[in-house]
């Protein structure tokens, strides 16, 4: 439902201020902000800004953000436009995405995770895909008590810390490969006053495969990978008898490091399956209208399994 709320320099300045930063150098994305106000209204707006304000407090650190984040959409522009032609990704092997992008720390600092972060703002499909993590995992966990969890692949941190400040009594560790998303993540759960509850450790999860997570989050790592299964089949072990996973998939999503392609919601859940896990429930949804009937477009898959 379309909502009747105005960005204003008063109520929300950081916004104000990036939306200005658009409008000034990056033309393509000036009405993303008053598009997503205006689709979400003020609960997207305050959360927005509050993220903005705790991490990027001055214009300096905001325009270097904003840089980043334009950045990564061209790039995702131009990748996703061969997609629609070749309906496939380049070959790459693991490997050599990660020497591209996990372990260029120029290319992640500057890039990837700005542009990562502000995603989950200013894309439809990403601010959506948080709110059903709000509700159908963040929620059951506080119901049920829940005081420990694990992030695998965390990324900027955002989705621990939605965790830590919906559930203030909460602990958890992220683990990661890349030593520029761990830097990244931490500082972020510091930023936000959360450096005594969460830190990122640099390992792979296969390190601590057996059930000792009840509460666990795996968020766009999938597609990264050769074997989605095997890494899939990992998790399964690491979470504990009764616990709850949250993991997500993109599909028909050209980026530099997506090298599985998924194009339907049904192909990661028969994985999922095959993994050992059991649906409880799930979310699909869509970057943009297709730009003509039958074209690709950009989906976020999300899932609760058992």
């Known amino acids: 439902m379309t909502q009747t709320f105005e960005i204003t320099a008063q109520g929300h300045p950081r916004l104000s201020r990036m939306r200005g ?21 003020k ?34 522009m131009r990748r996703q436009a061969r997609f629609e032609k070749d309906l496939a990704y380049p070959a790459k092997t693991y490997e050599e995405a990660a020497r591209e992008v996990y372990f260029n720390d120029d290319h992640m600092m500057g890039v990837y995770l700005p542009g990562l972060l502000l995603s989950h703002f200013l894309w439809p499909h990403h601010y959506r895909q948080l709110e059903f993590f709000d509700t ?5 966990m506080r119901a049920a008590g829940g005081d420990r969890f694990v992030e695998v ?25 890349s030593p520029a998303s761990q830097a990244y993540a931490n500082r972020h759960l510091s930023a936000f006053g959360f450096g005594d509850r969460y830190q990122v450790h640099l390992r792979d999860v296969a390190e601590e495969a057996e059930a000792s997570a009840s509460w666990l989050v795996c968020v766009e790592v999938l597609e990264h990978l050769e074997d989605p299964v095997t890494f899939l089949q990992t998790l399964r072990r690491t979470l504990a008898p009764g616990g709850r996973a949250f993991i997500t998939a993109a599909l028909d999503a050209a980026n530099a490091d997506h090298i599985y392609l ?20 799930a979310f699909l949804g ?14 976020a898959a999300a899932f609760v399994v058992l």
């Open 21 to 41: 930063i658009f409008a000034e150098q990056y033309r393509f994305s000036r009405d993303l902000v008053d598009r997503a106000a205006m689709a979400f209204g």
């Open 43 to 76: 609960p997207w707006a305050d959360e927005a800004e509050e993220t903005l304000q705790v991490l990027f407090s001055d214009d300096e650190a905001l325009a270097l953000a904003v840089k980043g984040y334009s950045a990564f959409a061209l790039d995702s």
């Open 136 to 140: 159908a995992f963040v929620a059951p």
């Open 153 to 177: 692949g965390v990324g900027t941190g955002l989705y621990s810390r939605r965790l830590l400040q919906a559930l203030p009594g909460a602990t958890g560790h992220g683990l990661d490969i």
């Open 262 to 281: 998924y194009r339907t919601s049904e192909q990661v859940q028969a994985h999922l399956e095959a993994a050992g896990f059991a649906l409880e429930q």
């Open 286 to 299: 869509a970057a943009y209208k297709p730009v003509r009937a039958g074209a690709p477009v950009p989906l």
